[in-house]
Nanobody, 120 residues
């Protein structure tokens, strides 16, 4: 059974940090690009970051550049999103997704999401 499971969300104060994990089961993440997305209440889902499968190239939305870092640990079949200097506007449900083509364009599998709340 193919599955992506996010974890690591929670409540954090502005300026704080969280590390989200995206663990895969039923397939090997090595061959997939993995993207992180988020959706805040009343807003559309937006792309946050992606890491390709080929050369590990990383991509970030402008609103997280310099604050978030995406990485992968193929031995653990897991991709991480390190989120630093968090702001209240980062509050959202965060999802990871896997792209079999490896290009960060079209995603085949999605996780169920993890809630991130940034508030004092």
């Amino acid at each position: 059974q193919v599955e992506l499971v996010e974890s690591g969300g929670g409540l954090v104060q502005p300026g704080g940090s969280l590390r989200l994990s995206c663990a895969a089961s039923g397939f090997t993440l090595d061959y997939y690009a993995i993207g992180w997305f988020r959706q805040a209440p009343g807003k559309e889902r937006e792309g946050v970051s992606c890491i390709s499968s080929s050369d590990g190239s990383t991509y970030y939305a402008d609103f997280v550049k310099g604050r978030f870092i995406i990485s992968r640990d193929n031995a653990k079949n897991t991709v991480y999103l390190q989120m630093n200097s968090l702001k209240p506007e980062d509050t959202a449900v965060y999802y990871c997704a896997a792209d079999a083509a490896g290009t960060c364009i079209s995603y085949d599998y999605w996780g169920q999401g993890t809630q991130v709340t940034v508030s004092s």
